[in-house]
């Protein structure tokens, strides 16, 4: 059974891009370019899945807000 997961992918000064996977606690990677990052994040999900019954925390993802303070 395939699994959809949200990925939020972040960038940080260095311009590393960072992916966590807020479904799956503790679950997220880095790579230098997006390829590899989409690479890396696949890989990660399925270790991760494979070490554990979770299949998610049954969070539904809804959106991303931004806000100006």
């Known amino acids: 059974m395939k ?3 949200t ?8 311009g590393t891009y960072i992916a966590d996977v807020p479904q ?3 679950c997220h ?4 370019s997006m390829d590899e990052l989409m690479s890396r994040v696949r890989e ?3 270790l991760y899945l494979e070490s554990t019954d979770e299949t998610g925390d049954g ?7 931004q806000i100006e303070v």
């Open 44 to 46: 990660a999900i399925e």
């Open 7 to 14: 990925v939020v992918i972040e960038q940080d000064e260095d």
């Open 24 to 26: 799956l606690r503790g």
């Open 29 to 32: 990677t880095q790579a230098k």
């Open 3 to 5: 699994n959809r997961l």
């Open 59 to 65: 969070t539904k993802f809804v959106g991303l807000q």
